[in-house]
């Protein structure tokens, strides 16, 4: 089993950073991936960033290319998305989740096997 505890969302105005936390405990192997996903009210939860624990490899949604960045901290089981640049489209309830796989891009969130309980980002105008 995993468990994904996220922090570090908030409101901040457009053109500000934020960065989320998400610490993880449990079988290290099963969570050779750990990424980022989204939801805004009435859409579709979406990814935004995914990490291969193992390896290191990043991968990213288009719409956050250049602004976000996923990290890692081995020590500490943790994984970072700092978010820069935010913009009101960006606002969303933001989830960690994490899987045995590794991926070779950003996984459909129906390939993420454990999941956190969320933490809000609103971006104001």
């Known amino acids: 089993q995993v468990q994904l505890v996220e922090s570090g969302g908030g409101s901040v105005q457009a053109g500000g950073s934020l960065r989320l936390s998400c610490a993880a405990s449990?079988?290290?192997?099963?969570?050779?991936?750990v990424g980022w996903f989204r939801q805004a009210p009435g859409k579709e939860r979406e990814g935004v960033a995914l990490i291969n624990t193992g390896g290191g490899s990043t991968y990213y949604g288009n719409s956050v290319k250049g602004r976000f960045t996923i990290s890692q901290d081995n020590a500490k089981n943790t994984v970072y998305l700092q978010m820069n640049s935010l913009k009101p489209e960006d606002t969303a309830m933001y989830y960690c989740a994490a899987d045995a796989r590794s991926y070779g891009g950003l996984p459909s969130p129906g390939g993420m096997n454990y999941w956190g309980r969320g933490t809000q980002v609103t971006v104001s105008s």
């Open positions: 449990g079988n290290p192997y099963s969570r050779r991936c």
